[in-house]
């Protein structure tokens, strides 16, 4: 009785063979063993079953013997550590990500800062990652006074080139609106739309000008011109305004439409 017992415990925990590689094509794998084949794996070591699935799933390996099954054997053995290899890679990778994800969320909400600036940032990262490595992302100076700098020699890059080809205008249009930011000043926005000999046509912000007193029409031409002035804009190639609707912008006797056909009346009217 006791022996009977003793023979099944031990048939259902038997320790790994490793002829059972060669005779079956299985490994062990921690406490599991895994089919080389088809990567199946069986949760308990017991060569009934390794045998059983080797005979009723692989019988076309009877045939492959000696050096070749050996050989076939290791490159099994070398496919299976491969694939498992990139899966624990992927999992490492994703777990690393998952890390980062979260010490930039919880930067954002320390900053609080939208969090629609996530994907701002993962932009940042990826044109960061294409130029430097670590060591030297590190030198990358990005302080509020060297961001300040920076967005400052862009936007005057900007209007240098805008001012290139407001040279080659050959007329041109503008559209300003007024309106009311959330600190309650009044903001001027003027865009232009010009088009050159060659046909090509530019349509951008000049800039907007905030009217921090007033609103009136006189203070909206003289910010029209002034922005108008920043990229060398000349008056008498203007062929067309587009405003709001305003008072202040349409008035027949001077509104700031008429106002800048006064202003250009005195160069060369073209409407
Ligand atoms: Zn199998």
């Not at 890390?99 to 044109?127: H, N, W």
């Not at 060297?146 to 900007?158: F, G, N, W």
């Amino acid at each position: 009785m006791a022996a009977n017992r003793k023979r099944k415990v031990d048939d259902e925990n038997q320790q790994f063979n490793d002829d059972w590689t060669v005779q079956y094509y299985f490994v062990q794998q921690h406490t599991n063993v895994i089919c080389l084949l088809c990567h199946s794996t069986l949760a308990v070591v017991k060569v009934s079953n390794i045998k059983r699935h080797y005979e009723t799933k692989h019988q076309d390996f009877h045939n492959v013997v000696g050096d070749e099954r050996t050989a076939q054997i290791e490159s099994l053995r070398r496919s299976l550590n491969r694939q498992q290899n990139i899966f624990s890679k992927q999992t490492a990778d994703f777990s690393v990500a998952c890390e980062v994800s979260y010490e930039i969320s919880l930067m954002i909400a320390k900053s609080g800062r939208p969090f629609t600036d996530g994907d701002f940032v993962k932009q940042c990262m990826i044109t960061a990652s294409k130029e430097l490595s670590v060591r030297k992302l590190q030198k990358v100076a990005l302080n509020r006074m060297t961001v300040q700098r920076r967005i400052s020699h862009l936007s005057a890059d900007v209007t240098r080139q805008l001012a290139e080809k407001a040279a080659n205008y050959v007329y041109f249009s503008l559209a300003a609106d007024e309106s009311t930011d959330i600190n309650s000043t009044a903001q001027l926005l003027v865009f232009v739309h010009g088009v050159s000999s060659s046909f090509d046509i530019t349509e951008e912000l000049i800039g907007m000008g905030s009217m921090k007193d007033q609103t009136t029409a006189s203070a909206l031409f003289e910010e029209t011109v002034q922005l108008c002035s920043s990229v060398s804009l000349d008056f008498t190639k203007l062929v067309s305004v587009t405003t709001d609707g305003a008072p202040a912008m349409t008035g027949e006797s001077n509104g700031m439409v008429t106002l800048l056909m006064k202003h250009q009346g005195k160069q060369n009217r073209r409407w």
